[in-house]
């Protein structure tokens, strides 16, 4: 599985961005998605992810009600919608694959990094006070 990631760019504060992650291989659907960032001088920070077929999504604390992912397996297309940025969401914002088809897990699974090997380049995202 390739990823390619775009969408981020420069919004200010309250603003909205949409990224989205596109996959190439046929076995995107059988793969669950996780949407990671790292912020300057920071460790990456689990975001949100959702299953392989959409039935399990889990965020972080900060981004719950904020933040929306989706998937759509026709167009081999994960997306992050945000909403109401703030200025600490600024980061490079990177898309995941699960390591593993067809998994399950639970929170502790989807937000260990670990159990991602396929990622995106990253794309940047910007919020200005």
């Known amino acids: 599985v390739q990823l390619q990631a775009s969408g981020g760019g420069l919004v200010q504060a309250g603003g909205s961005l949409r990224l989205s992650c596109a996959a190439s291989?046929?076995?995107?659907?059988?793969?669950?998605m996780g949407w990671f960032r790292q912020a300057p001088g920071k460790g990456r920070e689990f975001i949100a992810s959702?299953?392989?077929?959409?039935?399990?999504?889990y965020y972080t604390d900060s981004v719950k009600g904020r933040f929306t992912i989706s998937r759509d397996n026709a167009a081999n297309t994960v997306r992050l919608q945000m909403i109401s940025l703030k200025p600490e969401d600024t980061a490079v914002y990177y898309c995941a694959a699960d390591r593993s088809p067809y998994t399950s897990g639970s929170y502790a699974y989807w937000s260990d990094d670990n159990n991602y090997n396929y990622w995106g380049q990253g794309t940047l995202v910007t919020v200005s006070s």
């Open positions: 959702i299953s392989w077929s959409g039935s399990r999504i």
């Open positions: 291989g046929r076995a995107f659907s059988n793969h669950g």
